[in-house]
């Protein structure tokens, strides 16, 4: 008779690695001519089976075919042991051991514990919520069950708005935890994922200080609003006046002159505050130090199929390829062009006009870039960029983040801070924030535009790099259209009298 024991604690082994599972006899005697089994729940389950001086793999369950090994070395003394290759979560559990001579057999129960630690998580901006800006961090591959959470400059845990922890394909786990920052969390804050099982972690940092966009800061939106007030003054009056005229139709001419003449003296009054306090908001504004940039295309790098005006400033899709000069920095498998400037540091903003078109991507790359065959336009590989496919607009994260739009984009603005290492995207046409990529820049940047194929003429449109007039042009074309709305047709005599 004899005893058979294995290891008194669990073997931990790393995803994708090996585990080596030890058995043995006691007291120590030859296992050669035994048999030796290997089993999960079921003693029919084999994972190995020693028997007859040989390994037999007959009757070896499909999923550990091609991967385990009876180490033998030692097994003249009763030592045995089982190496697994290629971990597996599906290998994590309980495991027998059993021993059988002619006349007695005797089994051990032992268990492996798999470990895999996952990507490095993964932080972005996507957009505001309850006064702050909604910061996301996504992390893959783990096994179990990851812990994660917010810690700041300190270490101490923050509070999360979300946290989700779903299975992925092949018995793996994904991460997403969030949090909502307000302007006064001016620090550092750092995405913690842990390994419970062999206390290992990974972990990924944004910093805050930066990161609210300059003309979306109290100032400007105190002073925005004051122009709301002010243009709503305006609007008043003129009701006012017309209602005036209502009222008093027996006032004689010499009476209802007298009253246009001071309501055009309130209304100069109001519209030189008006001025003033436009001129004190494109202050604000320039103080934040965002240049606009005269972005150009480069016709060295435009695929063959590409028309780019005499500008720079169109290109469109031609069936009919151009005859240029074959260089090395142009594009040869995809319709894309990039931005004739380039970028080592500072701040830049430009805007896109992508009108009807159905597939396009903008944005920013980093040189060099592939030219030839495909490639994930990921932050990973380089590229921070939004698409319109498939009549879905996405950020270009791993994987996709659907964008929420209210109204279709048909002019995009692009701004890069290069330091702070933000791209952010704003819709020119419905006036909001669409998403901001945070990372580390090194290098050289510049302008990306892929511009698409004609798609039976459904995206024949061209991409036009548009003139920026102002900072505020386009606040201000829409509280002209919010007054052309109020006064309606019936009140044009009363604004033109008012001189607005």
Not at 268 to 281: F, H, I, P, S, V
Not at 286 to 293: E, F, K, T, Y
Not at 420 to 442: I, K, P, W
């Amino acid at each position: 008779q004899f005893r058979v024991t294995g290891p008194d604690r669990p073997v931990t082994a790393p995803l994708g690695g090996e585990a080596v599972l030890p058995c043995h006899l006691f007291p120590r005697m030859s296992a050669e001519n035994m048999e030796v089994r290997w089993y999960r729940s079921l003693f029919s389950a084999v994972v190995h089976l020693y028997r007859d001086g040989q390994d037999q793999y007959g009757d070896q369950i499909p999923e550990y075919r091609g991967r385990t090994e009876l180490l033998k070395d030692d097994m003249a003394s009763g030592r045995v042991s089982l190496r697994i290759r290629d971990v597996r979560p599906s290998d994590d559990g309980k495991y027998n051991c059993l021993f059988e001579s002619q006349v007695f057999f005797e089994e051990a129960l032992l268990e492996l514990q798999v470990a895999g630690l996952g990507s490095a998580p993964d932080i972005s901006v996507e957009g505001r919520q309850d006064g702050g800006i909604r910061v996301v961090c996504r992390s893959s591959g783990w096994y179990p069950e990851p812990q994660v959470l917010w810690r700041d400059l300190q270490g101490q845990p923050l509070p999360t708005a979300s946290e989700k922890i779903t299975p992925e394909a092949g018995g793996l786990f994904r991460a997403e935890i969030a949090m909502v920052i307000t302007e006064e969390s001016n620090q550092k804050v750092s995405c913690c994922v842990r390994n419970p099982r062999v206390n290992q972690e990974r972990e990924s940092a944004i910093f805050i200080t930066d990161l609210f966009y300059p003309w979306f800061s109290p100032w400007m939106l105190a002073l925005g609003g004051i122009l709301g007030v002010m243009l709503g003054v305006l609007i008043a009056l003129a009701f006012w006046s017309r209602r005036q005229h209502r009222l008093k139709g027996k006032v004689t001419r010499r009476e209802d002159a007298a009253d246009r003449g001071r309501l055009h003296v309130q209304s100069d009054k109001l519209q030189a505050e008006l001025r003033w306090r436009r001129a004190q908001l494109c202050a604000v504004a320039r103080s934040q130090g965002a240049g606009i940039l005269d972005v150009t295309l480069d016709p060295d790098t435009a695929h063959a199929n590409l028309v780019l005006s005499a500008d720079g400033k169109t290109v469109t899709y031609e069936d009919r390829q151009q005859d240029r000069p074959d260089n090395p920095e142009r594009f040869r498998t995809y319709p894309v062009v990039l931005g004739a400037s380039a970028f080592t540091g500072g701040r830049f903003y430009w805007e896109v006009e992508m009108g009807d078109k159905t597939n396009w991507t903008v944005g920013v790359c980093r040189e060099p870039v592939i030219r030839t065959g495909k490639v994930k336009l990921t932050p990973g590989n380089g590229y921070w960029t939004v698409w319109l496919r498939n009549g879905k607009y996405e950020a270009c994260t791993f994987p996709p983040t659907p964008l929420d739009l209210g109204v279709r984009p048909r002019r995009v603005g692009i701004f890069l801070d290069y330091e702070a290492g933000e791209v952010s995207f704003y819709s020119v046409t419905g006036g909001s924030h669409l998403f901001t990529f945070t990372d580390t820049f090194s290098g050289t940047l510049r302008p990306y535009f892929y511009i698409g194929y004609k798609e039976e003429g459904k995206n024949a449109a061209p991409l036009v790099i548009c003139p920026v007039p102002g900072l505020w042009a386009g606040a201000e074309k829409a509280l002209e259209q919010e007054a052309d709305g109020l006064w309606g047709k019936q009140g044009e005599e009363d604004r033109t009298d008012l001189g607005l």
